[in-house]
């Protein structure tokens, strides 16, 4: 299905300019995930900061109607150009107007979030969905990553003020920032209920060696930790929908698919 939706031959040659940068990483993920989807075809779908297209191509080939917007349109492969949007801004888009938006690595790379997240809840439908995509902050890699030199993997040091942007126009007007503002997954449920979505469901992807081989060591403290926050938390409170989320967030945290997932698949509903 993965291949037929990216225009691959039977041959050993591929007819997409995407199916080499969709056989692996994050892409891979995504292509597996959109593969197992059988619900797409009619739907409103809007591609936010879609880079070359590859997720666009994609849907496309699965069915979808797809509206593409970037602030660098002119990176795009595909045949018809992106509209421009600057994600920090007011998009140009009508209220309740998609099914589905696709978020792809690049809220890590915002320094609003959450009006990114408000512009997102405002142009979908009622019901519609999110489906966003970030480097996991909560895996257990991230996190000794994190503890060790606040990097976002222990292979490199931390994002700096001289990599910290990735693109840019000539004038410096426009700006792709990199990994300067990565999160995990409690502050992107907090974020999203915030700017007006009701729920957040994770899905599964393919799992961090790393995350798993820590899972032996440290699951048992975070377990010991987190029920004893919770326990405090429902202790001194009554009011039923602050337990309703404190409970969530505990559920989240515990998780062995978050905390060993290689990448964050998140799916918001409005």
């Not at 019901?127 to 966003?132: N, S, V």
């Not at 990994?179 to 209920?193: A, E, K």
Request: one cysteine or more; glycine letters at 6%.
């Amino acid at each position: 299905m993965v291949e037929a939706a990216l225009g691959t031959l039977s041959g050993s040659e591929p007819a997409s300019p995407f199916a080499k940068a969709c056989a692996a990483g994050v892409h891979r993920n995504v292509a597996n995930y959109w593969s197992r989807r059988g619900d797409l075809r009619g739907k409103a779908i809007i591609d936010l900061a879609c880079g070359d297209g590859r997720t666009t191509h994609l849907l496309r080939g699965l069915g979808a109607t797809v509206a593409t917007f970037d602030l660098f349109p002119e990176i795009c492969k595909l045949a018809d150009r992106p509209q421009y949007a600057d994600i920090q801004q007011a998009l140009p888009i009508a209220d309740a107007s998609a099914d589905i938006v696709i978020f792809q690595e690049v809220i890590e790379h915002l320094p609003d979030q959450l009006f990114a997240l408000q512009e997102i809840a405002r142009i979908l439908k009622p019901g519609g969905e999110l489906f966003l995509t970030t480097p996991s902050r909560s895996s257990l890699a991230s996190r000794l990553s994190y503890l060790c030199f606040e990097s976002e993997t222990l292979k490199a040091t931390p994002w700096g003020a001289t990599d910290g942007v990735w693109l840019q126009d000539d004038a410096g007007t426009k700006k792709c920032y990199g990994h300067l503002w990565l999160m995990g997954i409690q502050q992107l449920r907090t974020l999203s209920r915030v700017a007006g979505f009701t729920s957040i469901r994770i899905e599964l992807t393919e799992k961090s060696r790393s995350s798993v081989a820590l899972m032996f060591v440290l699951y048992p403290l975070i377990l010991l930790v987190s029920t004893r926050a919770l326990w405090r938390d429902l202790r001194s409170t009554r009011d039923a929908e602050r337990r309703r989320e404190k409970i969530e967030q505990y559920k989240l945290n515990i998780s062995p698919a978050n905390l060993t997932n290689k990448f964050l698949f998140a799916v918001l509903h409005r």
